[in-house]
């Protein structure tokens, strides 16, 4: 069980303002360099079919230069696979990915896609990639996990960080169950997405999560307080937390 908390910053918004105008600002890479001198423990971006953020070569230059370990959030598909092979990330999770979508909106199906999942899950793993699914946080999806040998999953927080009042608190209590039962299998858990300075306490003081990863609030909050302050207060978060 993991004491210190990991934050991966999940970088791809920065690549979302800037190809908005097309040039080159705000470069990623810039944000790479502030989260590795705010104390970030990794870099997370998402590769999209579309490009919508982060393009080929972001990861060309993301993989020749950052120190910190990245994370590549990919589909499950043989383009993003032959990418993820080529590459060697430290780690890739593998979430689902619907082309109309804003955001990766809920959990992969491990459960239903293990035939699917399993040749890329052990061709990912055989190439020394630590492979994480982005799951929702139900028993059925971490049993998938453990027949398909994943090290790690990642805990959609999604609809925890969009409900209030009882309905968060049963959304909370599923995401420990979940943490609970993929440790107790020795998988390592994960969580992320719609996570906030507000909301992400109780997330990060559940013990066995060992990794979190926030990407949207920490750039949108850049905006008025600067990336290094926002991780900084969120790693503060985390950490007071986890006590
Ligand atoms: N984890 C995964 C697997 C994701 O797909 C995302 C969104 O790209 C995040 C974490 C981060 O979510 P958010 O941008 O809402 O913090």
């Not at 470069?27 to 999209?48: F, K, N």
């Not at 027949?147 to 925890?160: D, I, K, N, S």
């Not at 858990?189 to 997330?203: C, S």
């Amino acid at each position: 069980m993991s004491t210190h908390l990991r934050l991966g910053v999940n970088i791809d918004h920065v690549a979302t303002i800037r190809n908005a105008r097309g040039g080159d600002h705000p470069d990623p890479w810039r944000a790479v360099q502030v989260v590795e001198a705010a104390g970030g423990d990794g870099i997370t971006v998402h590769l999209r079919e579309d490009r919508r953020h982060i393009r080929d070569n972001d990861l060309d230059v993301l993989m020749a230069n950052a120190t910190l370990p990245i994370n590549l959030e990919m589909a499950a598909t043989e383009e993003m696979l032959a990418i993820a092979l080529r590459h060697k990330p430290h780690a890739a999770c593998i979430v689902p990915e619907k082309r109309e979508e804003r955001t990766t909106e809920g959990g992969l199906d491990a459960a239903g896609l293990h035939n699917q999942l399993a040749p890329i899950v052990t061709r990912l793993t055989d190439a020394g990639i630590r492979v994480s699914l982005f799951i929702e946080p139900d028993a059925r999806q971490i049993d998938a996990a453990i027949q398909l040998r994943a090290p790690v999953v990642e805990l959609h927080t999604g609809r925890y960080a969009h409900c209030e009042g009882e309905e968060r608190a049963t959304e909370l209590r599923r995401i420990a169950d979940a943490a609970a039962l993929a440790a107790r299998n020795g998988i390592e858990a994960h969580a992320g997405h719609g996570l906030t300075f507000d909301n992400v306490g109780p997330i990060a003081a559940i013990p066995q999560i060992a990794e979190l990863n926030i990407g949207h609030f920490l750039i949108g909050e850049a905006i008025f307080i600067g990336l290094d302050a926002s991780i900084r207060e969120m790693r503060a978060r985390m950490d007071a937390a986890r006590g």
